[in-house]
């Protein structure tokens, strides 16, 4: 069952414009994170934030977590043509496992 | 650098046919993963193994089965393709105990069943 539903769904910006993507979930958890995933390639984590955190940075990218709303953003900051890719919140319960979402189609225009 | 590894980027099978999708990761990570993506859908988890010979079903186990003989690798079996199995397979691992560890993935095998 999907967890984490992101939105939009696409998103197309200039370069050096910021990019936010948002991502709900249903059930309570213990983490969030984010992963990335160029064309036709595998995932690569970004950040993870942990239920008891609000907020957290890594070089352009910010993270909230809002957990009485059940939902994070994550934030690009003067995006570049190499941020082009999928986006995905994953969610992690009390279960082992991560729940992915379906993900933001980002493309950023030279 | 953990490297998880698959057998194959692109792979084309018949109806029937047996399929065998291979994974090994070189971390010596307790923790491994087969999902499938399709488009819409994001990634949906097949099965999953903790241990050496322990497996467990995810969200989507029908017409797959795993194996997992040695640590390092995780196979995802398809007994019998069909065309509904055509879509991209994605593994992963993950260290044990990690509750806030991230997965890392292989580059991914899409698989065509015609």
């Known amino acids: 069952s999907q967890q984490g539903e992101e939105d939009p769904q696409a998103l197309s910006i200039q370069e050096g414009e910021n990019a936010t993507m948002n991502c709900s979930y249903k059930?309570?958890?213990?983490?969030l994170q984010w992963y990335r995933q160029n064309s036709g390639r595998g995932l690569v984590h970004l950040i993870l934030?942990?239920?008891?955190?609000r907020e957290k940075h890594s070089g352009r990218l910010r993270v909230t977590l809002d957990t009485s709303k059940k939902s994070s953003s994550l934030l690009i900051t003067a995006s570049r043509a190499a941020d082009t890719a999928s986006y995905f919140c994953?969610?992690?319960?009390?279960?082992?496992?991560?729940?992915f979402g379906s993900g933001t189609q980002l493309t950023v225009l030279p | 650098d953990v490297k998880v590894t698959q057998s194959s980027r692109y792979l084309v099978k018949r109806t029937g046919e047996k399929v065998f999708l291979e994974c090994v990761q070189d971390?010596?990570?307790?923790?491994m993963f087969w999902y499938r993506q399709d488009p819409g859908l994001g990634l949906r988890l097949i099965y999953f193994s903790y241990d050496v010979k322990m497996k467990e079903k995810g969200d989507i186990p029908e017409g797959y089965s795993v194996s997992r003989e040695k640590k390092e690798r995780f196979s995802l079996i398809l007994e019998s393709a069909s065309t509904n199995q055509t879509s991209m397979y994605l593994c992963?691992?993950?260290?044990?105990?990690?509750?806030?560890?991230?997965?890392?993935f292989g580059p991914g095998t899409r698989l065509t069943v015609l």
């Open positions: 992963a691992s993950q260290l044990l105990g990690g509750s806030y560890n991230e997965q890392f």
């Open positions: 971390m010596d990570h307790e923790n």
């Open positions: 994953a969610t992690r319960g009390s279960a082992r496992q991560l729940t």
């Open positions: 934030i942990r239920s008891n955190e």
């Open positions: 059930t309570s958890i213990n983490n």
